[in-house]
């Protein structure tokens, strides 16, 4: 469980202001093609558009997208903090 190790590091920061961390994700999604919508007298298509999805990456394959990314913001001291535990 990572809330625990990220509660574990952050206790032994000495300053309570510098005790946090904030984490995000981008994700992208990469349009791989487009076909036009054809309008016709007795039918219609709207138009489609296909996205590449990376299979090769199974957590990008799992969240639908083409490529994501993991980032953390943390304080100088509680990084001083991770990197000597």
Do not use: C, M
């Not at 036009?36 to 969240?63: H, M, V, W, Y």
Request: glycine fraction near 4%.
């Amino acid at each position: 469980d990572n809330n625990s190790t990220v509660a574990e590091v952050l206790s032994k920061v000495r300053k309570p202001e510098n005790a946090w961390l904030l984490t995000w994700t981008i994700q992208e999604v990469f349009s791989k093609s487009e076909k036009p919508g054809r309008k016709g007298l007795f039918s219609s298509e709207k138009t489609t558009q296909e996205f590449f999805i990376n299979t090769d990456d199974l957590e990008a394959a799992r969240q639908g997208v083409s490529s994501y990314e993991n980032h953390a913001l943390i304080p100088h001291e509680a990084y001083q903090a991770l990197y000597a535990a």
